[in-house]
């Protein structure tokens, strides 16, 4: 039974309470957060996770259990990556280590993560779990046989829109690391690489040679949706971030030279009944779609009726409808993939190594973001191939992150 410990009380680590209901040989054993603790373990309590405790520090939190997870806002990774690691400089023995996506808000801070964690010699697991939804994974399953004898996939497109995130903080793009890209790019980005890599190759398989992108603030630098920021204290007429990015990225395999293209869409303006993944591949002779918002299950909430619902993302995540025609997905926590991405973590950490995707897949996730932002900034594509280049993409900070974002959108 390995005992884990959440630092980060908000959305993602409630979401990941719900999916450790369904994974066996773990406990929820401590959180720690500014904000929330108490009310989470609570609900890990009464859920049988196990007697879930509230730790005021992130060093009593380490001791307490087996592994870690960084379920905290992006600007504040590092420095929790270097309280987690003072815990085992001390002489306290965990077994792994978990960080969410984004791994950090640029690449100078992923490969701060990603070294400190290697210094410490514990196992990681980079948490991106739309590569683990299970609709993904059957249909690469399915298809093995007839890549084997077509070929691999030549083209993927990867999207994740929704009406925008819930907290001030990921709007603010200096405390994100920028808008949607950063937010959800690096979701679509990842899971669109899985979706054209060979079956059976690592997830680094493809060489990166070119990014280009564009990005734009489309709804809410305009009125009245500039006011409702303002109103959350994000203001967009001084510091706004993209709401809207498309990302494509051309791709080589060193075995064959064949060459394939991932194109990744991000939006923070999609009204509609919840979250929307949309996921398509295409490779010679086959294809397949994955779309979340497409359900064999569906509710009416009539105008009478809908007073009585008092929060509408009870139905989906980022749902904005309380009443209407509603889509009715009875597992989110499996449908993203949330559980599968548990089960490969716990059960590598429990074999002392890294899960499938760990900290140093993240970092290389970064570099690719910070490609996307600085294609957009500089207006031209971003050559991967190119020494100097990725060098420069070692160091940037994009103006957007910067806070200087009206420069560029
Ligand atoms: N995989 C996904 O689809 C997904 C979905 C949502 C969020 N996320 C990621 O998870 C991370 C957290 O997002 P969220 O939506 O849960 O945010 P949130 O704002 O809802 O919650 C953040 C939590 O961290 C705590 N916190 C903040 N600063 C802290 C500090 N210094 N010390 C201790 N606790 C601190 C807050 O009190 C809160 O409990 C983000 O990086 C986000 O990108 C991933």
């Keep these: 039974m390995l005992k884990i410990g959440m630092i980060g009380a908000g959305f993602v680590a409630t979401f990941h309470e719900r999916a450790l209901r369904s994974v066996r040989n773990a406990e929820l054993a401590g959180v720690c957060a500014l904000k929330g603790a108490e009310t989470l373990a609570q609900k890990a309590r009464q859920d049988h996770l196990g007697d879930t405790k509230v730790y005021g520090t992130i060093a009593e939190l380490v001791k307490a259990v087996d592994v870690v997870c960084v379920f905290a806002p992006n600007f504040v990774r590092v420095d929790m990556m270097r309280q987690i690691a003072a815990a085992v400089e001390d002489g306290t023995r965990i077994k792994g280590i978990i960080v969410e996506k984004p791994l950090a808000r640029n690449y100078a801070e992923a490969e701060t993560l990603a070294r400190i964690a290697k210094a410490m010699g514990v196992p990681t697991a980079y948490f991106e779990n739309?590569?683990?939804?299970?609709?993904?994974?059957?249909?690469?399953?399915?298809?093995?046989?007839?890549?084997?004898?077509?070929?691999?996939?030549?083209?993927?497109?990867?999207?994740?829109?929704?009406?925008?995130?819930?907290?001030?903080?990921?709007?603010?793009?200096?405390?994100?690391?920028?808008?949607?890209?950063?937010?959800?790019?690096?979701?679509?980005?990842?899971?669109?690489?899985?979706?054209?890599?060979?079956?059976?190759?690592?997830l680094t398989h493809l060489k990166p040679l070119r990014?280009?992108?564009?990005?734009?603030?489309?709804?809410?630098?305009?009125?009245?949706?500039?006011?409702?920021?303002?109103?959350?204290?994000?203001?967009?007429?001084?510091?706004?971030?993209?709401?809207?990015?498309?990302?494509?990225?051309?791709?080589?395999?060193?075995?064959?030279?064949?060459?394939?293209?991932?194109?990744?869409?991000?939006?923070?303006?999609?009204?509609?009944?919840?979250?929307?993944?949309?996921?398509?591949?295409?490779?010679?002779?086959?294809?397949?779609?994955?779309?979340?918002?497409?359900?064999?299950?569906?509710?009416?909430?009539?105008?009478?009726?809908?007073?009585?619902v008092i929060d509408s993302e009870l139905a989906l995540e980022k749902s904005q409808a309380t009443r209407g025609s509603l889509i009715l997905q009875p597992d989110e926590a499996s449908l993203y993939g949330y559980v599968a991405e548990w089960i490969d973590a716990l059960t590598a950490f429990e074999q002392g190594r890294d899960a499938l995707l760990n900290l140093e897949y993240g970092r290389q996730i970064t570099l690719l973001i910070m490609a996307a932002y600085m294609s957009h900034e500089q207006r031209k594509v971003v050559d991967l191939t190119d020494p100097a280049t990725l060098g420069e993409l070692e160091t940037y900070i994009p103006l957007i992150q910067q806070g200087k974002g009206s420069l560029v959108l």
């Design 130 to 202: 739309q590569i683990h939804m299970p609709s993904v994974v059957q249909a690469r399953t399915q298809l093995t046989q007839v890549e084997k004898a077509m070929g691999a996939p030549h083209l993927a497109r990867s999207a994740e829109e929704h009406g925008g995130p819930h907290e001030p903080w990921f709007w603010d793009p200096t405390t994100q690391g920028g808008g949607v890209c950063c937010d959800m790019g690096c979701h679509s980005i990842a899971c669109g690489m899985y979706m054209v890599t060979p079956t059976g190759k690592p």
């Design 211 to 308: 990014v280009n992108a564009t990005m734009a603030l489309l709804k809410w630098g305009k009125e009245p949706w500039r006011s409702q920021l303002k109103q959350r204290g994000v203001d967009y007429a001084k510091i706004p971030a993209e709401d809207y990015s498309s990302v494509s990225i051309e791709l080589e395999d060193p075995d064959t030279k064949h060459r394939s293209i991932v194109q990744a869409t991000n939006s923070w303006m999609y009204d509609a009944p919840g979250l929307r993944l949309l996921m398509e591949t295409f490779g010679p002779g086959y294809s397949y779609t994955v779309n979340s918002l497409q359900s064999p299950a569906g509710m009416f909430i009539s105008d009478a009726a809908a007073a009585a």
